[in-house]
Each structure stands twice: as structure tokens, then as C-alpha cells.
């Protein structure tokens, strides 16, 4: 018996830890393409654009009590996290009649945190719908041109997010549910996490190659 757990502990725990450890990094590495190519808000708004940026996108609406709980939730979870990140962006894209009502939600944001990588683009209703159903998701926006989720777009224009969550219809989670912190901490902040893991191991291996011609 003695000798049975010898062995084990020499070659079959350190086995069983590698395969463990693969399937992890294996996972880590990989975030799907969900759609391929989204509509580049830059054609709506001077100066944003979702070319070359990480860019966590958000529809907030009308009702300017929604637009203020989930903008905070997603700035308090998310954009406190990675703005200082390379390449990093919040976008929020509104209705035109909502601007002036927003400037009193944009100025208590701005009481407590540095807005240089969020960015309120406002414009037609008719632009926002174009700009989300180029996103491909299942579920529309709302009369109010709303939706209760944020979207992660990469720097090629790709909508990104999973095909195995537990908890979305086949498996397919489009957005995170800006209503919820748990899924903002628990499922978003660890999908941009391998976004940015994929960044770093592709220019790992761009220098690589730089360095081996």
C-alpha cells in the first residue's frame, strides 16, 4: 500500500495536475467570435471608434433612473477595473433627446471617477438600431432603445462571449446583464481577463518572430 502511494505521488498526481492545469490555459486562451463583424459606431460620433480598442458597448435608453443603475454598475465593476488598460474603452450609445437630461448622470460619474476612456455617443434612434442589430444577439432592444446588457466588441470589430454558459438559451451568452454585479464580477470581468490574455500571448509571439528574423 505504501509503495502504491509513492508511485502515485512521483507520477500520477503530477500527470493528473498537468492535465488539469492544460485544460485550464486551454480555456483561458480562448473567448469565441459570436458575430464577425459589427457596425463601427465611428460612422455616428466624432472621434470613437471601435477599431483597434477593447470596447465594452452599452445601450442605456430613455428612463434616466435605468440609464443611471446600470452605467454605475458597469463603471463601479468594470471601468474602474480597466481603463488604465491598453486600448481600453466604454462606449455608450444614446438617444439623441437624451443628451441634455444626461449631463446631471455624466457630472456625478465624473465626481468620482476619471471619464477619459468613456465615451456617450448620442444619435438617432434609427442609428442605434442599425448599430445593434449588426450585433446579431437573439434579443431586440426595447421601445426605449434600450437593453439591459453591455457587449464586449475586440479590436477587430468581432462581438465576443461565450458558447458554453450555463445559464443562457444553447449555451450562448451574447451580453452581460448590466443589472446584475454578479454577472459582471463573476462572468465579463473574466472574459475581458482572457481577452487580454490572448493580447499579450499574440504579441509574445509577434516579438518572437520579430526576433528570429
Not at 467570435?33 to 459606431?41: H, P
Not at 460620433?45 to 428612463?63: I, R
Not at 453591455?150 to 443589472?179: C, P, Q, T, V, W
Amino acid at each position: 500500500m505504501k509503495k502504491f502511494w509513492v508511485l502515485f505521488i512521483l507520477f500520477i498526481l503530477p500527470l493528473v495536475f498537468y492535465i488539469f492545469l492544460s485544460k485550464g490555459i486551454y480555456k483561458y486562451q480562448n473567448l469565441p467570435i459570436l458575430t464577425n463583424e459589427v457596425e463601427n459606431v465611428m460612422q455616428y460620433a466624432n472621434g470613437t471608434s471601435f477599431t483597434n480598442k477593447l470596447s465594452v458597448v452599452c445601450f442605456p435608453g430613455k428612463n434616466k433612473n435605468l440609464v443611471k443603475a446600470t452605467i454605475f454598475n458597469l463603471n463601479e465593476v468594470i471601468y474602474k477595473r480597466y481603463y488604465q488598460k491598453p486600448f481600453f474603452q466604454m462606449v455608450a450609445i444614446m438617444p439623441l433627446e437624451t443628451e441634455k437630461n444626461f449631463e446631471n448622470v455624466k457630472e456625478q460619474l465624473g465626481l468620482y471617477t476619471d471619464l477619459k476612456n468613456w465615451h456617450f455617443v448620442f444619435t438617432s434612434e434609427e442609428n442605434i438600431k442599425k448599430i445593434y442589430n449588426s450585433f446579431k444577439v437573439p434579443s431586440p432592444l426595447s421601445e426605449n432603445s434600450q437593453s439591459n446588457n453591455a457587449f464586449i466588441i475586440d479590436k477587430k470589430l468581432h462581438l465576443r462571449g461565450r458558447k458554453d454558459d450555463e445559464d443562457s438559451k444553447n449555451g450562448k451568452l451574447y451580453g452581460y446583464n448590466m443589472k446584475s454585479v454578479a454577472v459582471l464580477k463573476n462572468k465579463m470581468k473574466d472574459d475581458i481577463d482572457i481577452i487580454y490574455y490572448q493580447y499579450k500571448k499574440s504579441k509574445e509571439k509577434e516579438n518572437r518572430r520579430k526576433n528570429n528574423n
